[in-house]
């Protein structure tokens, strides 16, 4: 059966950081992309993060550069969010698609399977 389960998610000051986790099972996910969206409240899900574990190369949209990283190990792929600022709040959400990152991967009408997401609030 495939899986995506999110983890991680909480309350975090503005400046904290938190490590998501999309543990992943039922397929191989050498051959995947797993991508991290997220959607804030009476705002359309948009794409945060990429990462090819075919070539290993990972994408970031602009706003979160230099602040996210994407990884994996093993069949988790994390997502590391430093200096956080109160407009990343959102439920964030992993998703797979096969091959790697395509041009469009911060579209989500092109991922397949998605997990349930996990709640990031930040706030003081």
């Known amino acids: 059966q495939v899986q995506l389960v999110e983890s991680g998610g909480g309350l975090v000051q503005p400046g904290g950081s938190l490590r998501l986790s999309c543990a992943t099972s039922?397929?191989?996910?050498?051959?995947?992309?797993i991508g991290w969206f997220r959607q804030a409240p009476g705002q359309e899900r948009e794409g945060v993060s990429c990462?090819?574990?075919?070539?290993?190369n990972a994408y970031y949209v602009d706003s979160v550069k230099a602040r996210f990283t994407i990884s994996r190990a093993k069949s988790t792929v994390y997502l590391e969010m430093n200096s956080l600022k109160r407009e990343d709040t959102a439920v964030y959400y992993c998703?797979?698609?096969?091959?790697?990152?395509?041009?469009?991967?911060?579209?989500?009408?092109?991922?397949?399977?998605w997990g349930q997401g996990t709640q990031v609030t930040v706030s003081s």
């Open positions: 990462f090819s574990s075919a070539d290993g």
């Open positions: 998703a797979k698609e096969i091959g790697p990152c395509g041009d469009m991967w911060n579209t989500p009408i092109f991922w397949g399977t």
């Open positions: 039922g397929f191989n996910l050498d051959h995947y992309a």
